[in-house]
């Protein structure tokens, strides 16, 4: 059976700042889902993570359906009318445009989707990530999927060793979709030249060289581009099919083990390590740490199971502790250096605005010993 698995996820309100959808936004966005998804899905779940609510269906209309992406652009703005009601933060702060047209890529919800042609079990991982960008899934991605030191399938299964195929998208080119199609292994290097510069190039999908199957979906949307001034971060979430043709699951979660520093946390514009959290967990310290959480799921016909709360584990308590301890050591240098985003990201006007003025005030030295009189 083809089954489209779509997550459109936004941030459109939240209690105390940025940390969590109110209780009543997110029944309301439940809902109207289940009202109004009643005649378009065979089934879905909706979740929170930090502030940012997404809405995970499954049905048969393919990827980038009118009806679907409309249902869940109205669900948004039915929440964002009880946020508002509510006086809660930021409400609407994600839906950048008046009205739908079409499709909500573009108009500023993240969206990530995949048809695939379901397994006789199909297991899947959703990720979805609160104070970054879609940036932030490049090293996980590329460990799980070329390196055999988190993913040792890639030497011991005959079904994933020929490899995969990255597509990677230039999220600065904002004319249109700009994107490149590798092939790991052969094309590793290059892969990695353009992944490690995760505020430009990101992944956007990956696909299985054996038998050419979707594996990964990634939301690529960067809502300084479409709103042309800081409004949010672009909190991105991903699907993830595993097992058999694709790595195993733990596989795919063992990268985010490492805590990794990604672009996002207090005003968009710091950087912090990627914290794995249980699911609905709110946004705190700094507004941060960065958050990823993971529901893993098998679906079969379309119908959902219970979501696994795959960073619920103890494990990853540990991993928690590292991350708040690699947290700490680089707030400790506040704004200087690699603490705060580079200057050709910070999305916030008004350092743009003091550096214009400062640059009124330079002058170039005449006179080498001007200074010593
Ligand atoms: P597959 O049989 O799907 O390759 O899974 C193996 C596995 O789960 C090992 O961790
Ligand atoms: P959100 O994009 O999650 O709303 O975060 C905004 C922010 O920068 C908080 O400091
Ligand atoms: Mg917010
Ligand atoms: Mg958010």
Known sequence: MRTTLSVIKADVGSIGGHIAPSQQLLHRVKEFVANEGRRLLLDSYISSTGDDIAILMTHTRGEGDPDIHEMAWNAFVAGTAVAKEQGLYGAGQDLLKDAFSGNVR???PAVAEM?????PNEPFL????DKTDPGAFNLPLYLAFTDPMHCPGLILSPKISKGFHFVIMDVGHVEGDRVIELNAPENLYDIATLLRDNQRFVVEGIYSRATGDQAVAV????LHNIAGTYTGKDDPVMLVRTQSNFPATGEVLAPFSVGHFVAGCMRGSHNAPLMPVSLNCPTSYFDGPP???CAAFCVHKGKLTEPADAFAHPFWNHVRDKVARKTLDIREQGFFGAAMLPMSELEYTGVMEKLHALDQQFYLRKEKMALAK
Do not use: H, K, P
Request: aromatic share 10%; hydrophobic share 40%; proline share 0%.
């Open 106 to 108: 573009g108009l500023g």
């Open 115 to 119: 048809e695939i042609e379901e397994r």
């Open 126 to 129: 959703f990720f979805a990530a």
């Open 219 to 222: 939301s690529t949307t960067r």
């Open 291 to 293: 958050l990823i959480s």
